[in-house]
Structures are given as C-alpha cells and as structure tokens.
T-cell receptor, first 111, second 119 residues
C-alpha cells in the first residue's frame, strides 16, 4: 500500500496570512493532484502536476511537485475565508490505475 | 443539476439491514468509483468500474457490493450494515486523462456525498 501523509492535519490562520501544507510519501508517483473539499460537498480538483520539480500557480495558490516525485506542497498567499476547506492530495501511477488519497489538511481562515 | 448525483444524501439505518446507495452521472464518463471518507483517513476506494461490464475491488471492499446498471449508474450495497460502516460515502466519475508519456492525469468528479449512520 502506497501511503500519502499530509501535514499539518489542521491549520487555523487569520485572513491575509500565508501558509504552506505538505504531502509526502515514500513512494514515487507519476502524477500528483490536489483537491479542495468544502463542507457538504465532494472534492474538486485544483491542479495536477506530473514533472519532478514542476511548479504551477493558480491565482494565490502555488503548487510544487518534488524533484523525486515523492512529495508536493501547496502554498497559499494572503489567505482568504473562501480558502477554508479540506485540502487533499492524491498520487497517481501508470495510465489507468487508481489514485491514492492522503488524509487531508483541514484549513480554517478566520476573517 | 449536478453532474454526479448521489441518493440519498443522508441515511440512518439499523445494524443488519440491507441498504443501497445510488449514483448517477450525466458526464458521459466510462469510469465510476465508490469511496468512503472517515476523519483522519482520507478517501478510501471501495469499488470501481471502468465500463459497464467491468467491476473491480478497491482497498476496502469487504462488506460491500456494487452493480453497474448502465454507463450512467453505479450503485453500492451494504448487504448487512454494521456500525463501523458509518461514514461519508462518495461516488466519482472520470475519463482517462491525456497524459504525457503514459502519465495518468485523470480528473475525478465527485458527487455531494451520502452520510450513512448505522446504529
């Protein structure tokens, strides 16, 4: 079983602060996805990274895939209350196989 | 209307009862999945289906069964519910991603979830 660990498990910050959450594994993945899940809803895909060292930006969110493709980080600049939610990472392998999800980081941004 | 619809949204049932959770999708995807979500454990795969004639066990299939009635419909059954099956259940669909060099970049689309409580 390839496990994904996420840290921190919980994070509560004030609006305007910056934060970084992490996704780590001992396994190498061919791709890494980040999803955000809001209360009462299913997860929604934010980004997919596939190349070691790759950095993708989505407005105030910056995603990085580690050089060895075993880890990833999500950095949020100037967090807003609308960023509140559960952030899940998911690791993928070869074409057609299923993704493995991490346990998530629950983020709360206070106004 | 949601692209992936789960019914019911909430259900309380008694130990030993049979229960079915239903999922329908309008995205035209071949692949469908059932996950359960528990606090601190993330999403764990129960069963998945890559087309109407294909059913595969996931990580935690014991105590569950599925039926793929059509491309658009995938139901999950608990033949004899037990309290440790209390969880949030999600159905998801996907299409094969156009990966580079065989890398799977599939995006999963999730329903809104079914909160199941077994008492």
């Amino acid at each position: 079983t390839q496990l994904l660990e996420q840290s921190p498990q919980f994070l509560s910050i004030q609006e305007g602060e910056n934060l970084t959450v992490y996704c780590n594994s001992s396994s190498v993945f061919s791709s890494l996805q980040w999803y955000r899940q809001e209360p009462g809803e299913g997860p929604v895909l934010l980004v997919t990274v596939v190349t070691g060292g790759e950095v993708k930006k989505l407005k105030r969110l910056t995603f990085q895939f580690g050089d060895a493709r075993k880890d990833s980080s999500l950095h949020i600049t100037a967090a807003q209350p609308g960023d509140t939610g559960l952030y899940l990472c998911a690791g993928g392998h070869n074409y057609g196989q299923n993704f493995v999800f991490g346990p998530g980081t629950r983020l709360s941004v206070l106004p | 209307d949601a692209d992936v619809t789960q019914t019911p949204r909430n259900r309380i049932t008694k130990t030993g009862k049979r229960i079915m959770l239903e999922c329908s999708q309008t995205k035209g995807h071949d692949r469908m999945y059932w996950y359960r979500q528990d606090p601190g454990l993330g999403l764990r795969l129960i069963y998945y289906s890559f087309d109407v004639k294909d059913i595969n066990k996931g990580e935690i299939s014991d105590g569950y069964s599925v039926s793929r009635q059509a491309q658009a419909k995938f139901s999950l059954s608990l033949e004899s519910a037990i309290p440790n099956q209390t969880a949030l259940y999600f159905c998801a669909t996907s299409d094969p991603g156009r990966g580079q060099g065989g890398v799977d970049t599939t995006e999963a689309f999730f329903g809104q979830g079914t909160r199941l409580t077994v008492v």
